[in-house]
Nanobody, 124 residues
Framework: QVTLVESGGGLVQAGGSLRLSCASSARTFSNYAMAWFRRAPGEERKFVAAVSRTGGTPHYADSVKGRFTISRDNAKNTVYLHMISLKPEDTAVYYC?????????????????WGQGTQVTVSS
């Protein structure tokens, strides 16, 4: 088990940007694939982005392609989600997730370590 702590959420105007960070306690962070999910009010948790152990081959939900970028710094045990051109539809609680399993990157069941979430609110 690892502890994940998200930060960087907040209130921004539509068209603005935010960078979310997820700090991990993993002893061997590079062994974990990392992902971001989000849950809007009244909706299920949905996949946003994932990155491999090495930082290559990122995957994105269609709704965020071209606007969000996931990256990781294994030396800092941290994964990031850089978000630009934010829309009100992006408003949600954003969760960081980690797994050492080599399963589907877009399915929540593939992840067994989750952060507490950070709120992102985008105003019109």
């Amino acid at each position: 088990q690892v502890t994940l702590v998200e930060s960087g959420g907040g209130l921004v105007q539509a068209g603005g940007s935010l960078r979310l960070s997820c700090a991990s306690s993993a002893r061997t962070f590079s062994n974990y694939a990392m992902a971001w999910f989000r849950r809007a009010p009244g909706e299920e948790r949905k996949f946003v982005a994932a990155v491999s152990r090495t930082g290559g081959t990122p995957h994105y939900a269609d709704s965020v392609k071209g606007r969000f970028t996931i990256s990781r710094d294994n030396a800092k045990n941290t994964v990031y989600l850089h978000m630009i051109s934010l829309k009100p539809e992006d408003t949600a609680v954003y969760y960081c997730a980690a797994t050492i399993q080599r399963l589907s990157a877009i399915m929540p069941v593939s992840y067994d370590n989750w952060g507490q979430g950070t709120q992102v609110t985008v105003s019109s």
